[in-house]
């Protein structure tokens, strides 16, 4: 499944896999790699839809030598990092291709997904991470199947129908996907008002939107959290539901408020849980936020009871802040910023 759009961060992932392993896809059909480069590409890596000619002339001329009677069906730039990239390439008979930045071919595969695994094939790291993040996953509806980009094969989780989750074959977390967000126009969440603004930049009361736009009815959204919820607690009352922008430029979010617990759950509009907050206090922030928002606010004074401060929490473990303040004593608008522990902002909303 190639991702065509973001929520927050993508991680890449460098594998190495285990021979022992039963993966599917059989090397001896595959042709050998000419790249030096070691490149994998991973389900929830960022794809961008390109035309045929915009490959490189080596990696064209490659296939016209070799698969003169198959067509290009689809071809995908890849973004690595540093000004390089890597390209995808999907022919006709469902085999697939990548390509460094030359054009030389780094791995290829067929893209058959359509084999399903029971409970038993799937590592125990797999295993302990499911129940340490979704504890009611085995009582719920999922499916088991393997996933492939360009040969390398990878573990697909889909859970209640509403999200999957990819594992290297070790059974290491890799990413998250929701199961309806492809809609190759880089935007899934099909709630954003016309706008992308629906709080005029004043949101001095901590609440975005108020819950009530009319793209977010309540009945939808507790409708749309539940099955994600289910997975999460055996038992829980909803205090409160809203959509929330959580900041600029990014999907809006449900935000759920339980009576059970003091931290907020967030979902995407499509029910994959993303994340839960906690109010924190100014010192609770680690060294590298602090620094970076000295860098960028000199005169910034965070005050307790004016200042909003969050610690967003994946499921993963990994950890980014929410700050919503006036940058200086003086007032002006409120700041709207999200910050990773290692102090790379994420997004900024001045």
């Known amino acids: 499944m190639k991702k065509l759009s973001f929520l927050f961060a993508m991680f890449l992932v460098a594998l190495s896999f285990d021979a022992c392993q039963n993966a ?9 790699a000419q790249s030096p480069l070691e490149i994998t590409i991973s389900p929830c890596d960022l794809a961008t839809p390109i035309s045929a000619s915009d490959l490189p002339a080596a990696a ?3 296939l016209q030598d070799n698969y003169p009677n198959s067509t290009i069906r689809q071809a995908y730039e890849y973004s690595l990092g540093n000004g390089t990239f890597a390209y995808g390439v999907e022919l006709s008979g469902d085999r697939e291709f990548l390509f460094d930045q030359a054009g030389l071919l780094v791995s290829s595969g067929v893209d058959n997904d359509d084999e399903y695994l029971g409970i038993d094939n799937l590592p125990t790291t797999t295993l302990a991470y499911l129940d340490a993040n979704y504890p009611n996953w085995r009582d719920a509806a999922f499916q088991i ?3 492939h980009e360009y040969g390398v094969n990878f573990f697909e989780v889909e859970l209640a129908g509403v999200f999957e989750i990819y594992f290297s074959l070790d059974g290491q977390w890799l ?3 929701d199961d309806h967000g492809d809609d190759n126009n880089g935007d899934d969440n099909n709630g954003d008002d ?5 709080d005029n930049g004043d949101d001095d009361n901590g609440d975005d939107d ?7 009815p309540t009945a939808d959204l507790l409708a749309i959290v539940t099955p994600g919820l289910n997975l999460l607690f055996n038992q829980y009352t909803i205090d409160e539901i809203e959509c929330e922008d959580w900041c600029e430029d ?18 995407s509009l499509e029910g994959e849980y993303l994340f839960r907050a906690d109010d924190i206090r100014a010192n609770q922030l680690p060294a590298a936020v602090v620094g970076t928002l000295n860098g960028q606010f000199p005169n910034l004074n965070l005050d307790e009871e004016e200042d909003d401060i969050d610690l967003m929490t994946f499921p993963n473990g990994d950890t980014a802040y929410r700050l919503r303040f006036h940058p200086s004593p003086n007032g002006g608008s409120r700041v709207k910023l999200v910050i990773a522990a290692d102090g790379s902002i994420l997004c900024l909303n001045p």
């Open 60 to 62: 064209l001329t490659y």
């Open 175 to 177: 990413c998250n996907d």
């Open 145 to 147: 199947q393997w996933e």
């Open 194 to 198: 016309n706008n992308g603004d629906d």
């Open 250 to 267: 990014s999907p809006r979010l449900i935000e759920v408020d339980l009576e059970q617990v003091e931290d907020d759950y967030f979902f």
């Open 210 to 216: 108020n819950g009530n736009n009319q793209n977010c």
């Open 24 to 32: 599917p896809n059989d090397p001896a059909g595959d042709p050998p």
